[in-house]
């Protein structure tokens, strides 16, 4: 019985995959035809996600996704090969896994780990270095104790995957259709070293940063969600000057944010605004600007200032931590900020935004458009992680029939959430139900707590499957959902040589980086005249700027057969 | 004697001093005092207060749940393991290294001494450090918390300062009285040295406590594991450089289950600091004064 579930469960999970893209691009409704249904089949997954962004509010998802559900009745193709049987479960193996930062485990997580021992003879144990793992992975590898498999970024992938420390993957890949589904084709290229592939890409969305505002302070102030320039700054006027929370006291901004996940300073938003953000470069015909000595980056930098300098921005902008960003959020000290996504859902599940800020109302924006009409969020890396094999781990097929399985549907249920019954419910009918806990309290849709999660077992995302569990009841799952999306649709401002890397790149842009940091806080302060902005430019190539710029480019052009040179900055 | 009057000067001077010292005090102990409180509040107030002074609830469920927690237990008894049987034998190979090291008569005493002083400027590095530990099998092993550690030059010094100024016509007498070197050391130099004895120790213990680092290199699997690396990694997850999957801004772990486990790893060692700090003082001007 319970097999045959789990194989109903399968069927059912890529039925309605298929089904929310075409409800999603088409009229909505639930009726999709067999004929729509067939051709949604041989699309791949990231059709499915992209077409997904059509539902662009909550309510339009809900409504796919439960025409996602009825359409899994009717139409149910099995694309997906079904979860090996209990019974059969190979010989179990020990391998070890390499993350870089381990979770809490708990007995709830252990039950992903016995459920992938048993049918994928695979006993994992993870080994992980905290905040030392790129040096405990370089004693690992150097010690001759590489592990068994390897969840890694980009970056030391390549470093590794040069020195020959991981199984070919190249050829053996294409014996399994899951994965050959799954990665888009935009992301072998990017896992491809001397010519051949020794790692499984993760997907990710490009689209993270999110704008959030006060809705209560809004409304007390009669304010709408700025859309345009002139909008934004009035609105970071009011809730600066015009005491928003009506307290009496002059005690808030209407700027603030936290840093990104290199501690750069969040002004994604204003370098969507002039398409120009201080890491990027961009290709425009065959000429490549490098962002950070570009007009637009100047501008925004401008732009920002002249906030900066009407006392619209909290002035702690530049120093704070996490703590005091959020300890300022939910004191109600300002009105805005620029984040991840899942921000404006952190402040309710782990800040305890709603019991400290009675009647307050956190609220997504669409990125404001910019004086000159552009608008847009910086994208992040539509790679995440890397998964790859140790070149002496006997039986890599094991561990790619693992992977192959992880990017099914139920898989990837069972791998992030739980296993059936416990992180997730899927009857009969084919109503799925996440028990995956957004409470502040950590509480389970069954009632028990948890602290920690399996996510550790999902080694590749399902981008088009994640938004799923973000549809539920509490406010900390709404406005998780309400940030996805967000993030997700506002428009992005690329990186064109996103993935590039070379020797100069590696050894320069550190310093350079550091360099074009100090000198944005001191535009920005007023420390530097933007009169010297030329002075800047100069000791950006005298850093090296332009040799790195380069080899990038010697990159780029091999790799897409162009012929693109860099703009004569001298 | 007469009655020594203070000054108005010297009367304010001492008030301010006074005011002046309990403000240090108080921003020592403020952080303690923050994460005590922490641990019993609920994550809401932990957040709204711009200065967390009293909770806003009497709860013990984050102390609950740690106890609770998978791992936690165990790493606590790993760590008491380590912190007391690496600092007896820290101690033993310690004081004896130190008392030979002490003998003026020792043949070739500048040399060996040369040799130990150069460990603390220089090393192997990294990769053969553990390429060492590897090969004489202690990877994995609760061992490579403590032998690869177990003299500290630094602690080693101090100690053989303090016995080198112990007067020499002592072990000459008792050499008279026909004892052996391990007598003379165990019977007349270690009662001497109980001052230096309780310093290098505390400074074993804290740092056995205490350390991360060789718990992350030498361990893979999760057996050994001190405290240290538990708490490490609850406190690293919510931070954004932990940031590997697309969810991760947001914390799984609740500040004030946090602020529980870090009272339950500070506490032990906390609470015998201050029955070893007279010695500790003492200890350290003896042995570096005299040196």
């Known amino acids: 019985m319970g097999m045959k579930r789990r194989l109903m469960a ?57 025409a996602a559900t009825t359409a899994a009745e009717t139409a149910a193709p099995q694309t997906e090969t079904a979860a090996p049987d209990e019974a059969a479960g190979p010989e179990s193996i020990p391998v070890t896994v390499f993350i870089a930062n381990a979770r809490v485990e708990s007995d709830f997580s252990n039950l992903t780990k016995e459920y992938v021992n048993e049918n994928f003879g695979l006993d994992i144990s993870f080994i992980s270095g905290v905040d030392n793992w790129q040096q405990k992975y370089a004693l690992l590898v150097s010690g001759g104790d590489i592990p068994s498999f390897s969840v890694l970024p980009a970056a030391q992938y390549y470093e590794y995957a ?159 931590k996490g703590e005091q960003f959020w300890q300022k959020l939910v004191q109600g000290k300002f009105g805005s900020w620029v984040g991840w996504w899942s921000e404006l859902s952190g402040a309710y599940s782990s800040y305890g935004f709603e019991e400290s800020q009675p009647g307050g109302v956190l609220v997504s924006g669409p990125a404001v458009i910019g004086p000159t009409g552009m608008s847009g969020m910086t994208a992040n890396d539509p790679m995440d992680t890397t998964v790859a094999i140790s070149y002496k781990f006997e039986d890599p097929d094991r561990v790619l029939k693992y992977l192959d399985w992880c990017t099914t549907d139920y898989g990837y249920r069972v791998s992030r959430y739980g296993v059936e019954g416990k992180g997730f419910t899927l009857d009969a009918n084919g109503d799925l139900d996440y028990l995956y806990s957004r409470d502040p309290d950590r509480k389970m849709a069954d009632g028990t707590t948890v602290e920690g999660d399996p996510e550790i077992f999902c080694f590749l995302n399902r981008i088009d499957l994640y938004p799923q569990q973000l549809l539920g009841d509490t406010i900390a799952q709404q406005k998780a959902y309400e940030g996805y999306v967000s993030g997700r649709d506002n428009p992005l401002l690329l990186n064109d040589f996103l993935g590039l890397t070379s020797e100069e790149f590696q050894n320069t842009m550190p310093d350079i980086k550091k360099y074009v940091d100090e000198m944005l806080v001191k535009f920005v302060l007023g420390d530097e005249s933007f009169d010297n902005w030329d002075a800047y430019v100069k000791e950006y190539i005298r850093l090296g700027g332009l040799e790195v710029a380069e080899s990038l480019l010697a990159e780029y052009n091999a790799f897409y057969g162009a012929s693109a040179h860099i703009k004569n900055y001298q | 004697m007469k009655s020594y009057r203070k000054t108005p000067g010297e009367t304010l001077f001492a008030a301010l001093n006074t005011l002046f010292m309990a403000f240090i005090l108080l921003v020592t102990l403020y952080p303690f005092w923050y994460i005590a409180v922490g641990s019993v509040s609920s994550v ?204 991760s801004a947001t914390s799984q772990i609740s500040e004030n289950i946090k602020m529980a486990l870090v009272v339950i790893t500070v506490a032990p060692i906390a609470v015998i600091y201050p029955f070893l700090q007279k010695y500790f003082v003492k200890g350290v001007m003896v042995g570096s004064i005299k040196g």
């Open chain 1, 10 to 66: 399968l069927a059912l999970g890529a039925a309605m995959l298929l089904s929310m893209a075409l409800a999603a691009c088409g009229s909505g409704g639930a009726g999709g035809s067999t004929t729509a249904a067939s051709e949604a089949a041989t699309t791949t997954a990231a059709t499915a996600a992209t077409t997904a962004e059509a539902a662009d509010s909550s309510e339009a998802a809900t409504t796919a996704a439960e």
């Open chain 1, 162 to 320: 040069s020195q020959g420390a991981y199984a070919d993957l190249t050829d053996i890949r294409n014996n399994y259709a899951n994965i050959m589904g799954y990665v888009t084709d935009d992301l072998w290229p990017r896992v491809t070293v001397d010519g051949r592939i020794y790692a499984i890409p993760g997907r990710n969305t490009a689209g993270k940063w999110v704008v959030s505002y006060r809705q209560d302070w809004l409304d007390n102030l009669g304010l709408k969600v700025p859309v345009t320039y002139d909008e934004y700054v009035e609105v970071m006027r009011a809730f600066t000057e015009d005491d928003p929370d009506g307290n009496g006291a002059n005690d808030t901004y209407g700027y603030s944010s936290n840093t990104d996940a290199y501690g750069n300073i969040i002004l994604h938003m204003f370098y969507g605004m002039y398409g120009a953000a201080p890491e990027y470069y961009h290709v425009v015909g065959d000429e490549v600007e490098i962002d950070a000595v570009s007009e637009g980056y100047k501008q925004a930098l401008i732009t920002f200032k002249d906030l900066y300098d009407k006392k619209y921005v909290d002035p702690e902008v530049f120093t704070q």
């Open chain 2, 44 to 247: 809401a107030h932990i957040f709204s207060q711009g200065m967390l002074l009293w909770p806003d609830q009497l709860s013990l469920a984050a102390y609950e749940f740690v106890i609770g927690t998978k791992g936690v237990s165990s790493a606590l008894g790993n760590s008491a393991f380590i912190t007391v049987a690496g600092t007896l034998l820290s101690m033993a190979l310690t004081t004896m290294g130190a008392y030979v090291l002490s003998k003026p008569y020792l043949p070739g005493r500048k040399t060996m001494t040369l040799f130990i002083v150069v460990t603390m400027l220089f090393n192997g590095g990294l990769i053969p450090f553990y390429l060492v530990v590897k090969s004489l099998g202690m990877i994995d092993t609760i061992w490579a918390m403590m032998i690869p550690y177990a003299i500290s030059t630094y602690n080693m010094i101090i100690m053989r300062n303090f016995l080198q100024a112990v007067p020499r016509s002592l072990e000459e007498s008792a050499m008279v009285d026909g004892a052996r070197h391990f007598t003379i050391f165990a019977k007349i130099y270690l009662p001497l040295s109980m001052p230096v004895i309780a310093t290098v120790t505390l400074f074993y213990a804290v740092g056995y406590w205490n350390s991360i680092i060789p718990a992350i290199y030498f361990l893979n699997r999760r057996d050994f594991i001190p405290i240290q690396v538990i708490l490490r990694e609850v406190l690293i997850q919510s931070r954004p450089e932990a940031l590997q999957f697309i969810d």
